[in-house]
């Protein structure tokens, strides 16, 4: 797999270009760069990209500022470990991650943590901050999808969730706005399911998968989420961000 640039003027009618933009460079990537995330932070792009080889699963970073040169910065986090998305900007002086590590031993439990770090190289202060919950849409796994994005009640973050049946199910998180560690509210049911022929059926069935979001107005209100449909083509999603809010059930 490789990571490929697509240009749009309006937001829905793309021009995919011809040849690859990123491409494996060494054995941490041997087998594919996958599910980019695009952070924007003092005028320079941050992309985090899933490597994979047979190392195992690793997270890179790479920075642009035109989306045509891009400038790798390696590796972020150990094997096994993906789904890492950083925060635009600083956050009380330091920078932040909603990180996935992918433990191997007793109960297998795969959620969303956060990481901190002064200067997007070396991360610490790791810890869970959005697990599984048993019996509901994200019972089986939780990933950060979305880049967080500022909302009057705190941070607020797009993510999947999977449930005993393998469905890939969209929702959302809210976090504290100081403290983006603390989680104030979920999603009780997930605000997009797949339900249309191409999301239920494709190279993995009955999924919807997001990398971002863009804003639809000056204010935020209505954002666009573009997200894979069953890992076969690239669909989108507008929602309005108060009603989201709004169907978020306190931790």
Do not use: Q
């Amino acid at each position: 797999s490789h990571l490929r640039v697509a240009r749009s003027t309006d937001g829905a009618h793309f021009a995919v270009e011809a040849l690859p933009a990123v491409t494996p460079m060494d054995a941490f990537e041997e087998y594919g760069c996958e599910d980019p995330r695009a952070t924007l932070i003092d005028g320079t792009w941050h992309i985090t990209y899933v490597s994979v080889g047979r190392l195992g699963i690793t997270t890179s970073r790479l920075t642009t500022t035109d989306f045509r040169t891009f400038d790798r910065h390696g590796m972020m986090f150990l094997p096994d470990h993906k789904d890492v998305v950083i925060f635009p900007g600083r956050v009380g002086g330091r920078y932040v991650a909603l990180t996935r590590p992918m433990p191997g031993s007793f109960n297998h439990v795969i959620g969303i943590w956060i990481a901190f770090s002064d200067d997007l190289v070396n991360w610490g202060g790791h810890r869970p901050l959005a697990l599984p919950r048993r019996g509901m849409w994200d019972a089986v796994r939780t990933g950060a999808s979305a880049v967080p994005f500022r909302v009057p009640e705190g941070w607020l973050e797009l993510y999947h969730g999977v449930d005993g049946h393998g469905r890939y199910a969209m929702g959302a998180l809210l976090m504290d706005a100081d403290d983006p560690g603390r989680a104030i509210a979920r999603s009780p049911e997930p605000i997009l399911v797949p339900k249309e022929t191409y999301e239920l059926s494709g190279f993995y069935n009955n999924t919807v998968f997001s990398c971002g979001h863009v804003s639809l107005d000056d204010r935020g209100e209505r954002i666009r989420m573009y997200y894979g449909a069953a890992d076969s083509c690239m669909a989108a999603a507008d929602f309005n961000v108060k009603e989201i809010i709004g169907s978020l059930v306190r931790c």
